[in-house]
Every structure is written in structure tokens, then in C-alpha cells.
């Protein structure tokens, strides 16, 4: 039996425009994927999700028309959220953050918060760059086949993040040229798996400033080091996604 293919659809649209019938229209984007770019036609099946752990079956009805198979309040899947949450805060590069949006996404990260420092390049995002992250989340969500899309925050400067820290959270300051900081495996390690949220925040591809790595330190987060040899953003950050990911899912299974 061939795999059916997965369409992301935002909870409020799932909720608010599902008719009696549980028949939903779709947009031109949607409609241009599944038909155009999928080959999927009249009474094709698909796969629905909302990115929030819910799942249905559903099938073409015409052009630009689904069905719910079992209705909106029937999902077939319902995954609660996976504990303690993963985030990344990452400063953006003038390259590789697309990717980086994608890979992290495939890994399992579950919050995304983006960050402007002293010596960023990019020094602002507009709501056209927004909407596109926020579109190849949901494209790799999709591939991925994950029921919970990751969150993306709104983007923030080092300081006005580090002023607002999440609550109950252990936060790893990803950092180099600092004598005897703990790899970040072994700071894994001491991490209690009963904390909220677990975080590893990645630099500029020039380093941190010395007046953020004071604040940094000064805020309770950990220095860590993400190996010996200088890595680019992109690469630290994905390379901080597998390593947290990979530490909850070996310590859930203990």
C-alpha cells in the first residue's frame, strides 16, 4: 500500500472552517501541492495534522476540497508533547539558518528562538522572512512525519532574551575560548530529566562579545563546549538539537 501523503493545516483553520460534513476548502497553496506538485486526485487519501499532536484521515473531495474521513473531533492519532521540552536559541547567521530551520525540525526541537547579537550581520527580520521560516518548519513537520510542530519565536535581542529566561529551565551557553568548559554530553549528563525545558544557545559566526558572555554567566547559564574545533552557527546549533534530543530520548527510555 502506497504511503499517504501529509498536509499541515493550522489548528484555527481545522476548527473554524470544517463544515457540517467535515469537508474543508483549501487554499491555492495547498491545493496547487496536493494536485500539482503530489498528482493527487478525486477521492485520493492523505493524511491531515495541525502540528498541535492530532492526525485524521481525510480524502480529495474535488480540486479544492478535502474530507475528514471521521470528522474533526475524531482524530485517528493523539500524541501528547514529549518532556522536557527542547529549545534552541540561536543567533542568525547570514547563511545556513533555512537549513538549520529544517534539520532542526526533522530532529525533534520543540522551540525556536531566534536572536539578534552584537556582532550579527543579520541585524532584523521582516514578517516576509518570518513567514517563510515558518513555512519550511511546517514543509519539514510534513516530511518528517512529527505531529507537533516546533514553535517559533518571535525574534529578540541576546539581551532582552536573557531578561525574560523560560521558567524551570536548564540553559547551556555554547561558547569558545574559554578555559575548561564542560562538553556538552557531560553537561547533558547532569541535567535532571525532571526540568521543564532543556536549551543550548549558539553564538555569531563571530563569537560572542565579552559583555554577552558576561551577562550570559552572570544570568546562571552554563558554559559549554560544543567540541575542538570552531564550528559555524548553523552547524553548532543543529549539532546542539541532536545532542538534546538524543540525551531525552535515552533518558525516557531508562
Known amino acids: 500500500m502506497a504511503e499517504k501523503r501529509r498536509l499541515f493545516i493550522k489548528p484555527n483553520r481545522l476548527r473554524d472552517e470544517i463544515d457540517s460534513n467535515g469537508e474543508?476548502?483549501?487554499t491555492s497553496n495547498e491545493s496547487h501541492y496536493l494536485s500539482r506538485v503530489m498528482r493527487m486526485r478525486s477521492e485520493d487519501l492523505l493524511e491531515v495534522i495541525d502540528g498541535k499532536g492530532h492526525l485524521w484521515n481525510?480524502?480529495?473531495v474535488e480540486k479544492k476540497t478535502i474530507k475528514l474521513t471521521n470528522g474533526f473531533d475524531k482524530p485517528l492519532q493523539?500524541?501528547?508533547r514529549e518532556r522536557p521540552l527542547i529549545g534552541i536559541a540561536v543567533v542568525i547567521p547570514k547563511k545556513g539558518f533555512e537549513n538549520?530551520?529544517?534539520m532542526s525540525c526533522e530532529i525533534g526541537v520543540d522551540i525556536i528562538q531566534p536572536l539578534i547579537s552584537k556582532r550579527s550581520?543579520?541585524?532584523?527580520?521582516?514578517?516576509?522572512k518570518i513567514i517563510r521560516f515558518q513555512k519550511i518548519i511546517h514543509e519539514a513537520v510534513e516530511q518528517s512525519e512529527r505531529l507537533w510542530s516546533p514553535k517559533l519565536m518571535q525574534v529578540l535581542t541576546f539581551p532582552d532574551w536573557i531578561n525574560d529566561l523560560p521558567s524551570e529551565a536548564q540553559i547551556g551557553f555554547a561558547t569558545t575560548r574559554i578555559q575548561n568548559l564542560q562538553d556538552c554530553v557531560n553537561w547533558l549528563k547532569e541535567t535532571p530529566h525532571k526540568v521543564n525545558q532543556v536549551w543550548v544557545v549558539v553564538g555569531p559566526e563571530g563569537g560572542?562579545?565579552?559583555?554577552?558572555?558576561?551577562?550570559?554567566?552572570?544570568s546562571g547559564l552554563s558554559g559549554v563546549s560544543m567540541g575542538e574545533t570552531i564550528l559555524r552557527?548553523?552547524?553548532?546549533?543543529v549539532s546542539a538539537c541532536q545532542l538534546m534530543t538524543s540525551w531525552r530520548r535515552l533518558k525516557s527510555s531508562l
Not at 550581520?121 to 516576509?128: I, L, P
Not at 560572542?208 to 552572570?218: I, S
Not at 552557527?233 to 546549533?237: E, V
Open 208 to 218: 560572542w562579545n565579552k559583555d554577552e558572555e558576561a551577562l550570559a554567566f552572570d
Open 100 to 102: 538549520f530551520l529544517q
Open 78 to 80: 493523539v500524541v501528547s
Open 233 to 237: 552557527t548553523s552547524t553548532a546549533a
Open 58 to 60: 481525510a480524502k480529495i
Open 24 to 26: 474543508l476548502i483549501l
Open 121 to 128: 550581520v543579520v541585524k532584523e527580520c521582516n514578517n516576509e
